[in-house]
């Protein structure tokens, strides 16, 4: 089996990224589930309707989000979607799902979403501690869990895989936008990406106008960010897994 996780999209340039290069990918990869980080797909802040949709429409089984879950007051039509969950340690109460669970060629497949704490200035649960009593309860019902970790610190990413190494299949960062090229199995087993980048306007300041972002570092003004123009890049990882054990043999940076 072969699973692909696709990085953050930024914008409409992302969304029409992702559509033009996905199809074919698939098909020439042969991939069998797909997970795509959507969290910016909205003018680079949240998401909505016509892009949830336009994402599902490519065979896509899963869209995962972030620390801008909620930009779009749209979310809260289709939050409860299974096809979409949110970090799982948003504070309990909170609406939609962190983690779910799906078929795919006879195996299920558990994806949890969660959100770092160091440097998001974002109130959640200890990811650590949320993570490891999801995996605790589902473990004996799933052959497979990929976590998309959406966090900014390599400090806290990495001990995070090494937490969970032989536990779960495959832990994915995003947020950076950068991709990382220290993708790994881990002692245990676990297949580990620190981040596997974004997908959206190649030269950008993380997808945003590079303008924009060098006004704001030379004047300290609020300038509004807004989508780059222009080129667009896509980047992801696959995991290519041993259909018997259910263990990544192989993972594989994508950049385009």
Same mark, same amino acid.
């Given at each position: ?5 696709? /990085?953050?999209? *930024?914008?409409?340039?992302? *969304? ?12 020439? !990869?042969? %991939?069998?589930?797909? #997970? ?9 802040? $949240? %998401? ?16 995962? =989000? ?8 749209? #979310? ?8 979409? #969950? ?14 779910? #669970? ?24 200890? &990811? ?18 990929? %976590? ?6 390599? /400090?806290?990413?990495? &001990? ?5 190494? $032989? ?10 936008? *950068?991709?990382?090229?220290? !993708?790994?199995?881990? &002692?245990? /087993? ?6 596997? /980048? ?7 300041? =993380? ?14 003004? &609020? ?14 990882? %696959? ?18």
């Amino acid at each position: 089996m072969k699973v692909l996780a696709v /990085g953050d999209l *930024v914008g409409l340039a992302g *969304v029409k990224e992702l559509k033009k290069i996905l199809p074919g990918l698939i098909e020439s !990869e042969e %991939i069998d589930f797909t #997970i795509v980080n959507a969290e910016n797909s909205a003018d680079g802040f $949240g %998401i909505t309707q016509k892009i949830f949709d336009d994402i599902l429409s490519e065979d896509v089984n899963v869209i995962t =989000l972030g620390n801008h879950t909620w930009g779009k007051k749209d #979310i809260f039509k289709f939050i409860d979607d299974p096809r979409i #969950i949110r970090p799982a340690n948003y504070p309990k109460g909170v609406v939609g799902k962190g983690y779910n #669970i799906y078929k795919c060629n006879g195996k299920k497949i558990a994806v949890i979403n969660l959100i770092g704490r160091v440097e998001m200035n974002i109130l959640t649960e200890n &990811p650590y501690l949320i993570a490891k009593d999801i995996v605790n309860k589902i473990k004996d019902e799933v052959d497979m869990i990929f %976590i998309d970790f959406h966090a900014e610190a390599t /400090g806290e990413k990495i &001990p995070f895989g090494y937490y969970l190494d $032989g536990q779960v299949t495959a832990i994915f960062g995003t947020h950076t936008h *950068v991709q990382t090229a220290d !993708e790994k199995i881990l &002692p245990k /087993g676990t297949a580990y990406i620190t981040d596997i /980048g974004m997908t959206g306007p190649k030269n950008s300041a =993380l997808g945003m106008d590079i303008n924009v972002a060098i006004k704001r570092m030379t004047t300290s003004l &609020p300038e509004k960010y807004k989508v780059a123009e222009g080129e667009c890049m896509f980047n992801g990882v %696959i995991f290519v897994i041993d259909d018997n054990t259910s263990k990544v043999i192989k993972i594989n940076r994508i950049c385009l």
